[in-house]
């Protein structure tokens, strides 16, 4: 037969069309529809034997104690440990959240060397000995050339062994600047100094409080350790009264029992309009007052010349009928607690606002008694022998400090992290050469980023310790990534805002998953490298030696706990609790300190710019984990859209989810508008926690970091960050 | 539908949340998406395709500042027992994957019997109900954290909050391996409940008047479980859906909001 073009089109279309006719089409697409949708895509977790280990949440300066469920080595969840003194069982969103942390996709998972320019990602693996070795060659260096001083170190906290080893390194090393990440522990620690003589933590009996009277603190919105204090609350829900004064409806606001709306930026002047009236009144404790207090007749005269409620309630917003009812209350009950730090307490704030908020306390006399403001002292588990610093450790270590804490200016203040960026721009300190960062993430945490990465891109030689592809880590030279918390054993002391010293102890839940190393063991073998003085301050052959050496007999109770508690602890008593010259309380009196002035004509920005703090947003060194992210309303970030709340009156025509362009002084961002009437008209709020570049896809490039449009302001009295906002304006986009 | 056991007491398992206390601060719904394998998405900012079992919606009064007022409302499935089991969603379900467990209260959701029809999500009237889009992703080495307790879901089905049944199974088969028929109050309750800093939540036997939700709520079993205490109320009591979430609230106007779907209806004459 002849195939000729007909009969092969013939055959083809025949073909074609029998096909089609027959059932075959309909069966296969059947198949590959079955075949599709019954592939095992869907992960089956694979079961096992059930075990708890409890440990300590270190994701902020809470101390929360955890219980984590596991099947077979994986850890499937976390929960709150029952019992544990601060959180018993009850547990936040993000420690919720961990175990995306320890197995999720942000890891740094061996040590980085820097290969392509700053902040472009582009690394080499490289071994935890050349790393060392790395770090040690630079360090030996700047030593050599006695340079010493001019490495400085960033920290998360001060406090605890890792922190102590930290700083021990730096001092034996022969360097004054190890600085801790500010927050309103500063002021606190300031505020305590200057009033009481003591250098102490400032704790709140908050459980034991019946009448909270807040000057913008987020009391359920993270600040002190955030579980505690949602617990207070329910507490106070019982049997206790909270009056939040602040600008915005935030929770808390909206929770207490009274909201008092202010002018932002003069809740000091509130502060001491109330003790106007308590004094007035004779409404304060005369024994704390007579006997254990001094400079009260001064302050007395200072604050009824110039802080009467009608004078004060036109700087405030607040009528002085108000006033008068807050001081009456606040004095007739029988515990009660003023507090202050806006928001979560990461800004420390204005020295004067704290110790006019602190003074209210000390006039119902509630320093170191039930339900009020305690004098917390450190655990003095850390004995180890004093260093023995070589010639160039003590030439290093008599030089000033580049953050001016300490200095003639800041006599008081121990740390001034948000100077650092300006000691470093304007050069007229010495350079830094190179800078450790530990437990921390100040290229998104530090106000005005664009002076911030400028200082960064100033040091030749960055070190990241963290163990996330973080901001910070992003624009470092070398990582050297420490474990996750779950994978390492620390000691956590008291946590922040707590009235009894604790400690509790971190635990490996699970074996280290990545060729990650403890900071501790890193530090150690630092020390060895160098030899000579160094290593002799650290005469320990592991971390994990180290800490249970330094525990002492703590240590099996806090295998077996989780923790360890002071059973022996009292508060102060009066008459030996005051270290002051005077040995007593002290109502220091500035006069009429100036308030904080914040940057920005009135004119060309019409509006203030204030920051807002949530549970579901984490703000600190760690990011929101994709479950937290989660939960954060479209209220707050919708797409890759921060959205700005604004009262309708002053949204000037901006209607509900309009774009517009945020300004401040500091820079411009694309913002989305929503329509609030819980906000103050002229004031314009974003949440802080989101505008990350860094961590991975879930979190990155969504929204604006607050920081980019803020910068610091100096306080006059101690140099620590006391902007709590900015002038701003809204332009269409 | 099963039949009851004859030597047990049915079970009526609920939840009050007290809205005082609740803070907002979004516990209840990470401790929920832990224990539950809940899957996300790089972006969870449109909430109509945000799988959230447990969801907790913010209320505000209207009103101008400074009066205005806010409360937070967390939301998990209601389990309605509307009459005699006739939940809204498992009368529509087509396939029985959805049903109303006598024994327990609880309404189940079966994932491999479920197709996809939706009916379910048309019907409740809470959007307690969700949908898979698409196949559920975990980024690298997450996996790692999924519980064996909960099967993950697939794509094309749809998914809702349990109140962590397999707790209650879990709980059941410690008791019967301890030659025990019934639970004690602790033995069972759900990760959002655990989790809770505030302690706002309470789960607990709403037929045993020894448990908590009992004695807070005091439903009326003549009126449908309708709560007798006059701080609490139920979302849409009047749909009769009879659900058994009940929510505290000293404020008036978070209980009228919560009876209040339609704004000024009553005022426009329709019912």
């Known amino acids: 037969m002849k195939v000729c073009r007909r009969s092969f089109l013939s055959l083809i279309i025949g073909g074609a069309a029998g096909t089609a006719l027959s059932p075959l089409p309909l069966k296969l697409m059947d198949d590959s529809s079955i075949w599709s949708q019954a592939w095992p895509w869907t992960p089956v977790p694979e079961d096992g034997e059930v075990s708890h280990v409890g440990s300590i949440c270190t994701l902020c300066p809470g101390g929360c104690g955890i219980t984590v469920r596991k099947v077979n080595d994986r850890a499937i969840k976390i929960e709150g440990m ?116 003591v250098q102490a933590s400032a704790g709140f009996d908050v459980e034991n409080a019946d009448f909270v009277l807040s000057f913008g603190s987020g009391l359920i ?104 009812s807050l001081a009456k209350s606040f004095a007739g009950s029988s515990k009660p607690l003023a507090v202050c730090g806006r928001g979560q307490g990461e800004t420390p704030g204005s020295l004067n606002e704290f110790m006019a908020v602190h ?82 993430n100040p290229v998104y945490t530090i106000p005005d980023s664009k002076a911030v990465k400028e200082a960064f891109n100033k040091v030749p030689f960055v070190v990241s310790f963290s163990s996330y592809m973080d901001e910070t880590a992003v624009n470092s030279d070398l990582i050297l990534p420490n474990h996750v918390f779950l994978e390492r054993y620390e000691d956590v002391p008291t946590p ?23 900071l501790g063991d890193v530090i150690l073998l630092m020390a060895k490298a160098f030899g000579g003085q160094i290593a002799k301050a650290f005469p320990w052959d592991s971390y994990e030696v180290c800490l249970k050496e330094t525990l002492g007999n703590k240590w099996d109770k806090l ?11 009292r508060p102060a008593v009066w008459g030996g609790a005051f270290h002051t010259p005077s040995r007593k309380f002290e109502f220091v009196n500035k006069g009429k300190a100036e308030s904080i002035k914040i940057e920005g004509d009135e004119k060309a920005y019409p509006l203030i710019l204030m920051p807002y703090d949530s549970m579901r947003l984490a703000s600190g060194f760690i990011g929101d984990p994709p479950f937290v992210i989660k939960t954060v309303e479209d209220t707050v970030l919708k797409g890759k859209e921060i959205v700005v709340e604004v009262n309708p009156k002053s949204a000037r025509g901006f209607r509900e989810g309009d774009q517009a362009i945020l300004s401040t002084p500091k820079g411009s961002v694309k913002v989305r508008v929503h329509h609030f009437n819980g906000i103050m008209p002229g004031l314009v709020a974003l949440p802080r926690g989101l505008g990350h570049t860094a961590y991975d896809e879930y979190l990155a490039d969504k929204g604006v970091n607050f920081n980019e449009l803020i910068g610091p302001v100096e306080d006059p009295v101690s140099g620590l960050n006391a902007a709590w906002g900015i002038r701003a304006k809204l332009t269409r986009a | 539908m099963k039949e009851q056991h004859k030597n047990t007491k049915a079970k009526k398992y609920g939840m009050v949340i007290d809205l ?19 899957p996300f998405k790089k972006d969870e900012s449109n909430k109509l395709d945000s799988i959230t079992w447990m969801r907790v919606y913010s209320l505000t009064n209207g009103k101008k500042f400074p009066e205005a007022d806010m409360c937070y409302i967390p939301r998990p499935c209601m389990h309605c027992e509307a009459h005699n089991g006739h939940a809204p969603c498992v009368s529509v379900c087509p396939a029985v994957a959805t049903d109303y467990n006598h024994e327990t209260g609880i309404v189940s959701q079966i994932y491999t019997r479920c197709f996809g029809c939706r009916y379910c999500m048309a019907a409740c009237p809470y959007h307690a109900r969700y949908f898979n889009w698409w196949d559920p992703v975990w980024p690298d080495g997450m ?47 759900t990760s959002c409940t655990q989790a809770c800093p505030a302690g706002a939540i309470i789960f607990g036997d709403l037929n045993n008047p020894g448990h908590a939700v009992n004695q807070i709520a005091k439903p009326d079993p003549k009126h449908g479980g309708r709560p007798m205490n006059p701080h609490a109320f139920r979302l849409l009591e009047r749909l009769g859906t009879n659900p058994k979430v009940y ?25």
């Open chain 1, 82 to 197: 029952k019992g544990h003194p601060v959180n018993n069982g009850g547990i936040c969103v993000l420690g919720l959240s961990g175990l995306q942390l320890l197995y999720g996709p942000t890891r740094v998972k061996t040590p980085l060397k820097r290969v392509g320019a700053r902040g472009e990602g582009r690394w080499e693996k490289i071994s935890w000995d050349e790393a060392i070795a790395e770090v040690v060659k630079k360090l030996g260096g700047l030593r050599e050339k006695g340079k010493s001083h001019t490495v400085a170190c960033i920290s998360g906290t001060d406090r605890g062994t890792v922190a102590q080893l930290l700083g021990r390194f730096l001092t034996v090393y022969g360097s004054p600047n190890f600085i801790r990440i500010p927050s309103i522990q500063d002021s606190y620690e300031l505020t305590m100094h200057l009033m009481q003589g």
């Open chain 2, 143 to 189: 996996e790692k954290y999924l519980s064996p307790n909960v099967s993950p879901r697939m794509r094309g089905v749809v998914e809702k909050c349990s109140f962590c049944f397999h707790r209650y199974q879990l709980a059941m088969n410690k008791a019967y391996v301890e030659g025990r028929r019934e639970l004690e109050e602790d033995e069972y309750q």
């Open chain 1, 221 to 324: 919105e993270g600040w002190g350790s955030p579980v505690r204090m949602i617990k207070a609350n329910s507490k106070w829900k019982e049997r206790g009264k909270v009056v939040q004064i602040e600008s915005r409806l935030s929770n808390t606001a909206a929770k207490a029992d009274k909201w008092v709306p202010i002018n932002p930026g003069t809740e000091a002047a509130l502060a001491l309009a109330i003790a106007n009236v308590i004094i007035q009144k004779s409404l304060y404790n005369a024994d704390f007052v007579k006997n254990y207090s001094s400079g009260f007749e001064e302050f007395k005269q200072m604050v009824l010349n110039e802080f009467s409620p009608d004078d004060v309630s036109g700087i405030t917003g607040v009528s002085a009928s108000t006033i008068e």
């Open chain 2, 247 to 271: 929510y505290l609230s000293s404020r008036e106007w978070v209980r009228r909001a919560g009876d209040n779907y339609i704004k000024d209806e009553g005022k426009q004459g329709n019912h």
């Open chain 1, 559 to 569: 295998i077996n706990d989780g923790f360890w508690a002071d059973s022996n602890f």
């Open chain 2, 20 to 38: 005082d206390k609740c803070t907002g601060c979004g516990a209840c719904m990470a401790a929920c998406m832990a224990e539950n394998n809940v």
């Open chain 1, 496 to 518: 922040v805002g707590l009235q009894k010293p604790i400690i509790g102890l971190s635990k490996p839940v699970v074996k280290p998953l990545f060729n990650t190393k403890h």
């Open chain 1, 359 to 440: 003074t209210l306390n000390a006039l119902v006399g509630n320093i170191d008694k039930k339900g009020g403001v305690w004098t917390v002292p450190d655990p003095d588990y850390i004995k180890w022998p004093e260093v023995e610093m070589d010639r160039i450790a003590a030439n290093g270590m008599s030089k000033a400090r580049i953050d001016g804490a300490g200095s003639k200016r800041y006599p008081d203040t121990r740390y001034l992290l948000d100077r650092l960026p300006n000691a470093i721009n304007s050069g007229k300190e010495y350079p830094v050469e190179a800078l450790f960062v530990a437990g921390a």
